[in-house]
């Protein structure tokens, strides 16, 4: 590559990541500049809105809550979707697009047309089992099942999972060995990308929670917001903040170590030439 | 170099009884019946589809048999679930677990079997040392070339002392020098170690290079299980004879008990053949040439249209005009006779195998 078609290119990058970045960061900067704003037009700056966030207990509770469900969550989706991909990959490939097509289709489907449907359950859930909001977990799952699906696929593909397990049970893994030991290390990756997309997911939920009567994260900032606007705003700040750290232990986390030179295949302790072994060779001209 | 004394002559006989399976409308194997010798190495040879990985597969658990019994050490195991059946494999695919390195993934089978700690060292080392990778102990799959991958995998297969080696195709991802070098460094861990081994493979000389004895198979069964020699010289059926080795299709016609080809009559392995057209398949070895004297046109009168030097000896090949003939000669032989020169054939008179198929008739 020539000098300048590289400097060409160092320029279109630098100007990629940096339009990026203003798209990205302008709005949360603005966001936090205006949770910083005071109460009339000449008053200074301050910080309230933020303190306001540990003041309000509501607020603190839903805080709570929306990370209870996005742990309970991103749980319950590994555990229900990794087994049950491993094993339609393994013994029944031919389900493999079924099962595809049924973990995207609550994508299709709008937020409202789901709760709908799913109110009677969640009527049904509240009287006999529990009224608390971590029941929404039930249906939260549902809701990250497109996004964890496409995330768990992408590293499943990466890996050769029948070899793989098919040589650890020949060496005497049992199928939770196989999973814990064998699968979940060689697709971390994958897996905690699967989980941020949930806790994403789950973070900015407002519409089930809403309708179904409950208070997460998001149902709280709209109610913060009628009384108080600077604090909603922040939290939606921290909020996103909390994904940024997030994204950012992903990238850290998972990556390969430092690869080494292969070793040549020539360094056998077994020295011999190689046999020309003639008739032995090919087969018959058929 | 040594190897652990639990680790060494435990050879156990191993025998497949009428194993059928069958894969929707395919027919997989149609009653496999085996036994092999307590530390024998076996070697299934036979083209794709013939059935031979089934077999590898339904021995070490990885598949259930329609019908049919498997047994190793005189204990029935054929519903005994893949990872309680103490047998281990080398794959086709590389199989390290790529988050472990190669000392971790040979100890990986003794953890499972509850091995202390300092025992699980001791003869995780051993084993790598029997692989001649003692110094890459500590590298990840992704650092190791092919070849040693297949080696730590048969490193970690004997740490967990198999009673049973099974190796499906562990050479065809290779090159073809490393493949020549680590097959004979299979056999020789195998012979170490003495465990019964079935090797599988599509290709004839590492067959017939490695094992002990060597199963033909073709379409779901087994046509012949005999000696490497005896597979080679004595095929026992025209596709085994056509499988092993080269083999020249002579058109020729079947006259009490002797195939009559190109006016040479060579005796038949199956005397008692009924007599009619047929193709008498004839090894290269069984053909010499004569160049000297006139050479008027015959049915064995052809001109050489290729010499291929493979060492020690060389393959003519000749155009006989209707059809194509390979002879091995000593290569001092077969120097005398370059291309577009006119020879005539001769064929030693020994027993061949005739072939009856729709090839017969056409190639006169």
Known sequence: MSRSRRLKLQVFRTAVFLVMGAFFLVPIGAMFEFSTRGNSVTAPRNLDAWTNILKTPDLIDAITASLELAAITSIAMLVLLLPTMVWVRLRLPRLNRIVEFLSLLPLTIPAIALVVGLFPISRWMRINISDSILMLSVFYVILVMPYSYRALDAGLAAIDIKTLSEAARSLGAGWATVMLRIIVPNMSSAILNACLLSVAVVLGEYTFANLLTYENLQVAIAYVGLVSAGTSIAVAVAALLFAFVLLMILSFVGRPPVPIAKAEDADFQVSQTVGLSGGLIGRSGR | ?364
């Open chain 2, 1 to 364: 170099m040594t190897v652990g004394a639990a680790a060494t002559g435990r050879g156990v006989e191993v025998r497949l009884e009428d194993l059928q399976r069958r894969y929707a409308n395919t027919t997989a194997l149609a009653g496999l019946t085996l036994t092999m010798a307590p530390g024998e190495l076996v070697a299934l040879l036979g083209p794709s589809g013939c059935g031979k990985t089934t077999a590898l597969r339904l021995l070490a658990g990885l598949e259930v048999p329609d019908s049919g019994k498997v047994v190793v050490d005189n204990v029935d195991i054929t519903n005994v679930p893949a990872n309680r059946r103490g047998i281990g494999m080398v794959f086709q695919a590389y199989s390290l677990f790529p988050h472990m390195t190669a000392q971790q993934n040979v100890a990986f089978g003794l953890s499972l079997h509850k091995v202390n700690a300092a025992e699980r060292k001791r003869r995780t080392d051993e084993m790598l040392e029997l692989v001649g990778l003692s110094r890459y102990a500590n590298r990840y799959a992704h650092q190791l070339s092919g070849g040693q991958q297949q080696r730590v995998a048969l490193a970690r297969a004997l740490a967990i002392q198999p009673t049973v080696l099974l190796l499906d195709e562990p050479l065809s991802a290779l090159d073809a020098k490393v493949r020549s070098r680590l097959r004979d460094e299979i056999r020789r861990v195998q012979l170490e170690v003495g465990t019964t081994t079935l090797f599988v493979t599509h290709d004839q000389e590492e067959a017939l290079a490695i094992a002990d004895r060597v199963g033909v198979m073709n379409a779901g069964r087994l046509e012949q299980l005999d000696s490497p020699t005896a597979i080679y010289s004595k095929p026992a059926t025209p596709f085994v004879a056509e499988f092993v080795g080269l083999t020249n299709r002579l058109a020729g016609e079947v006259r009490n008990g002797e195939v009559d080809v190109r006016g040479i009559r060579l005796p038949l392995v199956q005397p008692e053949a009924a007599n009619g057209p047929a193709v008498a398949l004839v090894r290269p070895e069984n053909v010499s040439l004569v160049a000297d004297g006139e050479m008027n046109a015959g049915p064995l009168v052809g001109t050489v249209i290729a010499v291929s030097f493979l060492g020690a000896t060389s393959r003519v090949t000749v155009d006989l005009g209707d059809v194509i003939v390979m002879a091995q000669l000593p290569t001092s032989e077969a120097t005398a006779h370059t291309a577009g020169t006119k020879v005539r054939l001769a064929l030693r008179k020994e027993p061949v195998l005739i072939a009856r198929d729709e090839k017969a008739s056409s190639e006169a």
